[in-house]
């Protein structure tokens, strides 16, 4: 019987994840910029966590999304709110990484709904009780529609952050990956999670 591997948030972060974090926060942040700029329904500042999460490991996607908000705050003070939302993403995409969720289809499928759920369950929160359902990004004008309905404004978020939550995480997601196996195996297994994505012999 194999001894389970433990792991621990030191070693998490390796050189080579220190140096994957700029990198990382500078992806979001010109994906972020992108989708603002367009008013495109979709965030697109996920994909350096959701990349940092899945070769390194939950800390560092943490991490990267922590200081991506902070970064992007900047420009747009909206993003500091979302704190959270960003850090949840790289936090569980990291675990589920590490879990090898990433492996078949079944689990690739639970993985996209767990970390499209984890967004919505701590974005909704934020989106009502913080900026009353509107926040100005691209599903704001979704959201505002439902409501002129007469739509309960929990609905509208949930229904409009939801659907475009699960694309923009499949977008992302795609990317990460397309990058991931393009990169050389004996780099990438240099990273915490890199051995889940070399193919077995």
């Not at 942040?29 to 367009?38: D, E, I, K, T």
């Not at 560092?60 to 200081?67: D, E, P, R």
């Not at 747009?76 to 589920?96: K, S």
């Not at 078949?104 to 009780?129: C, F, K």
């Amino acid at each position: 019987m194999t001894e389970k591997k433990k792991h621990s948030i030191k070693d998490d972060f390796t050189l080579l994840a220190l140096l994957i974090i700029p990198v990382a926060v500078a992806v979001n942040f010109v994906g972020g910029q992108l989708a603002s700029l367009l008013k495109l329904p979709f965030y697109l500042d996920t994909i350096g966590t959701i990349f940092g999460a899945m070769l390194c490991g939950p800390w560092v996607g943490a991490v990267i999304g922590l200081v991506t908000n902070l970064v992007t705050g900047i420009a747009n003070p909206v993003n500091f709110a979302f704190i959270p939302v960003n850090v949840a993403c790289g936090l569980v995409t990291g675990y589920l990484s590490r879990r090898n969720m990433f492996s078949t289809w079944w689990r690739w499928l639970i993985a996209m709904i767990l970390m499209a759920a984890t967004s919505i369950i701590t974005a909704a929160p934020i989106i009502v009780l913080v900026y009353g359902g509107v926040t100005g990004g691209g599903t704001s004008i979704v959201t505002a529609t439902l409501m002129a309905t007469g739509t309960n404004i929990w609905l509208s978020v949930m229904g409009s952050d939801g659907i475009f939550t699960v694309i923009d995480r499949i977008i992302s997601f795609f990317i990460s990956y397309f990058v991931i196996k393009v990169v050389p195996e004996r780099t990438v297994i240099k990273f915490g999670c890199g051995e889940n994505f070399i193919k077995k012999k």
